[in-house]
């Protein structure tokens, strides 16, 4: 399974992104997918994850009610919508799927939940 994610950019504080996660090997349709993303200097951390089992859909407190993460099966493409972008929001950011449809809910956050990865894509928010 190979992940492409793309999207990212310069953006001002308010602006708004769309990341796309394009998969290519298998159908996304049925794994559960996240997205992380990475600060320089700091660890990874959870951003969004949803789980094709019941489409549960779980964000992170630091993005809840400006980011949205969702799916379109035909393209088998995943996408995290971003609105209100601030400064902290840059970052590297990451699309994931897992093996199955199913992670329990403690375990979305968790990266090794996950087996796939894409390459990343850069998120600047910046005046």
């Known amino acids: 399974v190979q992940l492409q994610a793309s999207g990212g950019g310069l953006v001002q504080p308010g602006g708004s992104l769309r990341l796309s996660c394009a998969a290519s090997?298998?159908?996304?349709?049925?794994?559960?997918v996240a997205w992380f993303r990475q600060a320089p200097g700091k660890e990874r951390e959870f951003v969004s994850a949803?789980?094709?089992?019941?489409?549960?859909?779980e964000y992170a407190d630091s993005v809840k009610g400006r980011f949205t993460i969702s799916r379109d099966s035909a393209k088998n493409t995943v996408y995290l919508g971003m609105n209100s972008l601030k400064p902290e929001d840059t970052a590297v950011y990451y699309c994931?799927?897992?093996?199955?449809?199913?992670?329990?809910?403690?375990?979305?956050?968790?990266?090794?939940?996950?087996?796939?990865w894409g390459q990343g894509t850069q998120v600047t928010v910046s005046s």
């Open positions: 994931a799927a897992a093996k199955g449809p199913h992670i329990i809910v403690s375990a979305m956050h968790i990266g090794d939940s996950y087996a796939y």
């Open positions: 090997g298998r159908a996304l349709s049925n794994s559960a």
């Open positions: 949803t789980r094709r089992s019941d489409g549960r859909v």
